[in-house]
């Protein structure tokens, strides 16, 4: 798939500070848009239905994957998250950047579909800092906590699949890398060609 705008994958274990980073570049960059996943979890805290996600049942869930709703969908820690195929396309075929905070599985699937999506993963500094964030989080019972621990060692093996690696010590450094890898991805070659066509056309390079 070729569309004008840029997709950039951002994946990393719970606790990492990932939805952070993606806030705070979000806050930044006014040409990055996000899309709101949907999952079967429950709401956490003070989660709002159509903002952090769609909150939906499992059955509804299925009932999307069969009709083909789904850009990518995957089962992460017991619960199932996708990603809505509509709702990305419409925002890169008008030539918007998307960001997507999703998992390892997901950000491969879209790989494979979308050869030109950047993939980007957040790593922690040690196990010792990561065990704190999520401790320190409060949102979550030491069970679940435990369990997405165990999950994490699973997840950071991948990294070595992804495009760029960030490592979440400092958060002002990870930001910087996060917005360097936006920029620099928009300076593509291949990616300036499929977003400012018509300068590319004027010139007479296409
Ligand atoms: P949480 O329950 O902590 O919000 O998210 C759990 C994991 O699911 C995180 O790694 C998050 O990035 C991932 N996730 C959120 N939305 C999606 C999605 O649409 N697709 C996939 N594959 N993973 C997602």
């Known amino acids: 798939m070729e569309t004008p705008g840029n997709l950039f994958c951002v994946a990393a274990p719970s606790g990492t500070g990932k939805s952070s980073l993606v806030k705070a570049l979000l806050e ?3 040409r990055l848009a996000v899309s709101v996943s949907h999952t079967t ?6 989660e709002v239905d159509g903002r952090e996600y769609w909150f939906i049942e499992e059955p509804a869930f299925r009932a999307k994957i069969d009709h083909g709703d789904f850009f990518e969908w995957a089962e992460v ?5 996708g990603t809505s195929r509509k709702a990305i ?3 890169l075929n008008r030539g918007q950047d998307v960001v997507l905070e999703i998992d390892w599985q997901g950000a491969l699937q879209i790989k494979t579909l979308f050869a030109h999506a950047v993939l980007i993963f957040i790593l922690p500094p040690g196990w010792g800092e990561l065990s704190q964030r999520l401790n320190r989080r409060g949102e979550d019972p030491a069970d679940v906590i435990a369990h997405r621990l165990h999950n994490a060692r699973t997840e950071v093996s991948q990294a070595r699949h992804f495009d760029f690696v960030i490592i979440n010590s400092l958060f002002e450094t990870a ?14 070659y291949a990616a300036q060609l499929r977003n400012r066509s018509q300068v590319f056309a004027a010139l007479g390079l296409v």
């Open 41 to 46: 979890r429950r709401p956490r805290g003070q």
């Open 175 to 188: 930001l910087f890398d996060l917005k360097t890898v936006v920029h620099s991805q928009r300076l593509k």
């Open 28 to 30: 930044l960059d006014s």
């Open 89 to 91: 396309e419409e925002l």
């Open 77 to 81: 820690h017991g619960h199932l998250y």
